[in-house]
């Protein structure tokens, strides 16, 4: 976690509240046999808005440090 003096952008907010939701709420961790199978290209994280959400977020933070 970061320094509280330190600013949070709002990627790395977002971040935190994702990581949050992920690991406290969400129902397929406990579906799966590996966890790996969350990851894969088909799997239930790849299908997950809040990952949609996070590379569209990574996508802009990138085009405004050009």
């Not at 907010?13 to 894969?40: A, R, S, T, W």
């Not at 239930?44 to 808005?49: L, V």
Request: with cysteine; aromatic share 6%; glycine share 4%.
């Amino acid at each position: 976690m970061k320094e509280e003096h330190e600013e949070l952008t709002v990627t790395d907010i977002f971040e935190q509240i994702k990581h949050e939701i992920c690991d406290d709420f969400c129902k397929y961790p406990g579906l799966v046999q590996d966890q790996d199978d969350l990851y894969k290209e088909n799997g239930p994280c790849s299908k997950c808005p809040l990952n949609k959400l996070q590379s569209d977020l990574k996508g802009e933070s990138k085009n405004e440090s050009k």
